[in-house]
């Protein structure tokens, strides 16, 4: 609504280099229960989309041009599809960070051969930004909903004689993710906010890219998400350091495996940390430097954490599942080393409140924010807690809000 009513605003040129339609078009940010980090090892994934969105309102050009206002930054942003995919590093050098999901989205659509317009839209949206929830990929999957709409449905994202499935199209948003931040996510972002269902989480296996849903809608449960209010600019290269220590964890635990047991046929098709057993890890992992001991004992025991979540969530048991959110904390932060000193009080904190079922930091690490599983009635000592001491134990403000699973993108068009 936000952004519809700022269009007039931003963008009132001459009417003539408009076309229809004029519309707005949205997705959604998303949390994960458990399964942090897996995404790239090929492993599971837990995520639901949430209510909260990033969202586009504009209206198609005669030309190639797409211009773009942001509520967030309070910033224009142009670039051209002429000349795409060729021109986007050099469009990419010109343009602010939060743009370059946009223009990333167009060169993936165009190399898989679909024709895109221009378009003038300005983007708002009430995913905390860089906070943890996903708010790269709620802007990409909501770029491609946007192009959809605004390039008069030369294409259609959803499931049934689509032109892109949900899981095609979180797979051009990763890239264009990866292209534009250099940030070489997995594909759990993307996958949540393209796959997002109203009170249902999603397991998603990243190998395969099969998925089911399980339902999430425990009525005394709320899904609580506490900001830490920190947000770090290096958390990239940190991310993708972890990955290569996961790969390289992989390759000598392979070697080990092939040169003790040489008839283990099965071990030549290990790819990844997911197709590593707890037993084989346990049995070779003293010969691991210590480092990628941690890192892919991590990952190991966080793709089994999935597994046990939604057996006992299937079984009703919401309490023991959060149980072992805490475990994928304290993984997150004493194997993995991805948390900060915000994380763990924020975790800390929750711990000593009853009624909160189990807590952890959530998505790449370093800042962003933490999930909690809380009765209802416990919401509001949650809240209290946090406001008694995250400030004097960390000199920060934090902010708490309670997420609903929801769907994924959707678009409206207007009568002009
Ligand atoms: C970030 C990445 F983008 C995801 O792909 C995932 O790896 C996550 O960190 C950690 O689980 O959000």
């Not at 635990?253 to 099965?266: C, K, S, V, W």
């Not at 000592?381 to 934090?398: D, I, M, N």
Request: proline share 4%; glycine share 8%; with cysteine.
């Amino acid at each position: 609504k936000e952004a519809i009513e700022q269009f007039p605003h931003h963008f009132h040129e001459d009417a003539a280099s408009y076309a229809s339609p004029l519309g707005a078009a949205w997705a959604p940010g998303r949390v994960n229960l458990i399964g942090e980090h897996t995404d790239y090892n090929g492993g599971y994934v837990l995520p639901l989309a949430v209510d909260r969105v990033s969202a586009f309102a504009g209206r198609t050009r005669n030309d190639q041009t797409v211009r773009l206002w942001s509520t967030h930054f309070n910033a224009y942003a142009q670039f051209s599809l002429a000349g795409l995919p060729e021109s986007f590093e050099e469009q990419r050098e010109k343009i602010p960070g939060w743009a370059r999901y946009v223009l990333g989205v167009a060169t993936e659509l165009i190399k898989a051969n679909i024709t895109l317009k221009g378009f003038d839209a300005v983007i708002t949206g009430d995913v905390p930004l860089g906070g943890g929830m996903s708010s790269s990929a709620a802007l990409e999957v909501a770029s491609a909903q946007a192009y959809a709409l605004f390039s008069n449905h030369s294409f259609s994202i959803g499931e049934d004689n689509a032109t892109l499935t949900p899981l095609e199209t979180a797979g051009l948003c990763q890239k264009a993710e990866q292209n534009a931040s250099g940030l070489m996510s997995g594909i759990l972002d993307q996958a949540a906010s393209c796959l997002g269902q109203p009170r249902k989480a999603i397991l998603l296996d990243c190998r395969s890219l099969e998925y089911r849903y399980l339902p999430f809608e425990d009525p005394g449960v709320s899904v609580v998400v506490i900001d830490t209010g920190v947000r770090r600019e290096l958390a990239s290269s940190a991310y993708n350091e972890r990955r290569k220590q996961c790969e390289e964890a992989t390759q000598r635990i392979r070697t080990l495996i092939l040169e003790n047991e040489p008839d283990n046929t099965e071990a030549r098709s290990i790819k990844a940390l997911r197709d590593i057993t707890p037993e084989q890890f346990e049995q070779y992992k003293g010969q691991l430097p210590q480092i990628l001991q941690q890192r892919a004992g991590y990952i190991i025991a966080e793709n089994e954490r999935v597994l046990q979540v939604v057996k006992l969530l299937e079984a009703g048991k919401i309490e023991e599942a959060g149980k072992i959110l805490w475990l994928g904390h304290a993984g997150l932060r004493d194997e993995y080393e991805v948390s900060c000193k915000e994380l763990d009080v924020l975790v800390d904190i929750a711990r000593d409140v009853p009624g909160v079922l189990g807590a952890r930091m959530m998505g790449g690490g370093f800042g962003g924010c933490t999930i909690n599983l809380v009765r209802n009635e416990a919401v509001d000592a949650l809240s209290q807690a946090v406001e008694r001491h995250y400030q004097e134990r960390t000199g920060r403000q934090a902010s708490i809000d309670i997420c609903r699973a929801a769907a994924g993108p959707s678009y409206v068009l207007f009568e002009n």
